[in-house]
């Protein structure tokens, strides 16, 4: 199994750049409508507009705020220290500052995490892999 999150977005070609730039992720589709994002070939999220229906309907209600209320958009990265430097140069707004999971002690991932806002106001967060904050 592999998951294939989409989350609707207010500009498709926006939120494409900004989470390439940020997760050092590729165009696999591109468009003012859809988007398809992947990493080593491995999709890892798509985008659709609010506003176009396709045979689907409507994804979401852009008018029902906050997006993603509830749902955390969690991306494991190898680079993690790289992406927490680009999320700085972005000027991403930190939800939680980098931070240690857990506290202190062992148990639970061990690993580091930083919790940012994309444009659209989703929760992303950024962690590196398991046992990395031994």
């Known amino acids: 199994m592999r998951p294939q999150p989409l989350?609707?977005?207010?500009?498709?070609?926006?939120?494409?750049?900004?989470?390439?730039r940020l997760?050092?992720?590729?165009?696999?589709?591109?468009?003012?409508e859809y988007e398809r994002l992947v990493a080593h070939g491995t999709l890892i999220l798509?985008?659709?507009s609010f506003e176009v229906e396709h045979h689907h309907g409507p994804?979401?209600?852009?008018?029902?705020?906050?997006?993603?209320n509830g749902v955390l958009?969690?991306?494991e990265i190898d680079d993690f220290e790289a992406a927490v430097a680009r999320a700085g140069a972005m000027n991403v707004e930190v939800?939680?500052?980098r931070h240690r999971n857990p506290p202190s002690g062992d148990g639970g991932p061990?690993?580091?995490?930083?919790?940012?806002r994309d444009p659209d106001g989703y929760t992303v967060v950024l962690a590196s892999p398991d046992g990395s904050a031994a």
């Open 95 to 97: 939800v939680l500052p």
């Open 59 to 68: 994804i979401g209600d852009r008018d029902d705020k906050p997006y993603g």
């Open 110 to 116: 061990n690993h580091w995490e930083i919790w940012l």
């Open 73 to 75: 958009l969690w991306f």
């Open 7 to 20: 989350i609707a977005v207010t500009d498709v070609e926006a939120s494409s750049r900004w989470y390439q």
């Open 46 to 48: 798509q985008l659709h």
């Open 23 to 32: 997760l050092g992720c590729q165009s696999d589709h591109g468009g003012l």
